[in-house]
């Protein structure tokens, strides 16, 4: 008698045992809890990448301390992003900010918070230092723009205004809303 019931028992454990292991592989995968439909499905830890242009040169350089991309919308969210800009004729051209998003695409970099740009010379003087937030950079037209305030920093003059425009290979910039612009005597060194 002991036997049988034994025996029931452990047939009984075995059906229930199935009847989860058949309801658990059953499940719809994205039928997961809500928190996990925005959690990344992959990140890297200190990333770099290169792109090249059609002649096989380097044309710009995107690094990031942390990178996470989020499937529900397909962007990018990266923490303290770093570009180098290489340019014909010229040095690169640097971008460092705080944060920053690229939108699928991946032709378009959304720098948020402190955006720092900057490019030397041959010396490795700076000649050029622009300082603002929140800027949208589209890499394939190597071009960026603000609509936050902005200063620019050169050998011999402090510009300073709301928005601008960068032309990055030729390191033109155009503010939008002039505020004041200061020269200076002496330039830099």
């Not at 499905?41 to 990333?47: A, G, L, P």
């Not at 155009?174 to 830099?188: C, G, S, W």
Request: charged fraction near 25%.
């Amino acid at each position: 008698m002991v036997q049988r019931l034994f025996i029931l028992a452990l047939l009984i454990g075995a059906a229930a045992g199935s009847a989860w292991l058949l309801q658990w592989l059953s499940e719809d995968p994205g039928s997961g809890l809500r928190s996990d439909a925005r959690a990344p499905d992959y990140y890297m830890e200190d990333f770099t990448t290169l792109t090249m242009n059609e002649e096989g040169k380097p044309k710009n350089k995107l690094s990031a301390d942390y990178m996470a991309h989020y499937p529900y919308n397909g962007s990018t969210e990266l923490v303290m992003p770093r570009m180098e800009i290489f340019r014909e004729d010229k040095l690169p051209l640097y971008i460092n900010a705080e944060k920053g998003r690229l939108e699928g695409d991946d032709d378009t970099i959304l720098l948020y918070g402190i955006v720092k740009m900057w490019e030397y010379d041959d010396t490795g003087s700076p000649t050029l230092e622009v300082s603002t937030s929140h800027v949208k950079v589209s890499l394939e037209d190597e071009y960026a723009e603000t609509d936050r305030h902005a200063t620019i920093v050169t050998n011999n003059a402090v510009i300073t205004g709301m928005g601008m425009r960068a032309y990055l290979p030729e390191s033109r910039l155009e503010v939008i809303k002039h505020e004041r612009t200061t020269i200076n005597a002496t330039p830099r060194s």
